[in-house]
């Protein structure tokens, strides 16, 4: 993402607020979408809760979908590029411990920016721009359940949940974090992570039969 120049701070009375660089005004818009809903939210609605003019905004980004955008793209880049590396062939490492990995990964992905990934699992496809996003989640899900798929064609994982459902159930277990995970709260980030990787792979683990005398 560019950063440009910083506003110049705006004189409103009484306020004293600095000015905003992109970055910043790209926070404050997400978490606004998020509280009262992207279609709800105006350029206006954003001047205000940063005790800014629209032309100040305007300085930095052209419209509230140039922002929704940028905040679909925080959320979406880096699990896609994790997925992405996991998904090629590496000789060091199998498609049982690559799974591994990208789902630890994608526990870190969302921590890091929870608050874009937390819009991008509210967006419905009311727009080209929401439709690319939920496209690429798509894409993510195919390439994990690939994934499971070649770990279990290894013998490292069961074979008796299809592996698109499977692909399913890691994600939903890790975009739940959104509704609870506070970096602040009872669990740190490790601990989390460890959690969930062996809650899920400790079930997903080929078992040998038990034989009983």
Known sequence: MTTTEP???????????????QAAILRAAVELFNRKGYDATSMGDLAKELGLTKPAIYHHVTSKEQLL????????????????????DQAEATAYER?????????EVLVAHQPSV??????????????????????????????????????????????????????????????????????????????ITVIAFDGLAKHEPSHHT
């Open 7 to 21: 506003a110049e701070p705006t004189p409103r009375r009484g306020r004293g607020r600095p000015g905003y660089d």
């Open 69 to 88: 955008g940028q905040a679909l793209d925080d959320a979406l880049d880096e699990l896609t590029a994790a997925v992405t590396a996991a998904s090629r």
């Open 99 to 107: 799974l591994r990995e990208v789902v630890r990964r994608s526990v």
């Open 118 to 195: 937390t819009l991008l699992l509210r967006v419905r496809g009311n727009s080209g721009l929401e439709l690319a996003a939920l496209e690429r989640r798509r894409w993510l899900d195919d390439r994990l359940a690939a994934l499971v798929a070649d770990a279990v064609a290894e013998g490292s994982l069961r074979d008796s949940v299809p592996p698109a459902l499977v692909s399913r159930l890691l994600f939903g277990m890790v975009n739940s974090l959104v509704e609870w995970y506070r970096p602040d709260g009872l669990y740190d980030l490790a601990t989390v992570a460890d959690a």
